[in-house]
């Protein structure tokens, strides 16, 4: 079986530490997925998905994230059934957070030059800039000839 949720999208409001009875650190937040599909003329909608973070990763999460702060998350799709104030069985489907990494710039994520304690998030991009291919030609690359059918594909 497998279930796995990548998203990233912006926090839509500030994630609140919280501590269970035995201890563990907790927190919820909602993220703004934007949906790659417009049609024309029309604003580009939004997914509000839900998210939990537990332990290390939800004081990650809360150290460093803000209102805005773009988000990438890694986590699993759990869903689990409540009654509301007047009875009535409800679903709540939410993502509990295995990873978080920053996507944004620092000045947009609003963080500091202080290093990451939080060993599983993701290591930060290369200051490099990307290499680019559009000088190459076509005789960088040579056709492999294959007259004994060696190859597997």
């Known amino acids: 079986m ?3 949720a990548v998203l990233m999208g912006r926090l839509v409001a500030d994630p609140e530490l919280r501590t269970t ?48 702060s773009m988000i990438a998350v890694q986590g699993s799709i759990q869903t689990r059934s409540y009654e509301d104030k007047q009875g009535n069985k409800r679903t709540a489907v939410e993502v509990v ?16 030059g202080a290093s990451r304690p939080y060993e599983n998030a993701a290591p930060a ?10 000088s190459g030609s076509m005789g960088d690359f040579e056709s492999i000839e294959d007259d004994d059918d060696s190859l597997p594909f």
């Open 97 to 112: 957070a295995d990873n978080v990494s920053f996507c944004g710039s620092k000045a947009e994520s609003g963080t500091t």
């Open 21 to 68: 009875t035995s201890g563990i650190s907790v927190t919820s937040f909602r993220i703004a997925v934007d949906r790659s599909f417009v049609r024309q003329g029309e604003e580009r909608q939004a997914d509000f998905i839900d998210i939990v973070a537990w332990r290390q990763t939800a004081e990650f999460v809360s150290r460093y994230f803000r209102k805005g």
């Open 125 to 134: 991009a290369p200051a490099a800039p990307a290499a680019t291919y559009a």
């Open 2 to 4: 497998l279930n796995c």
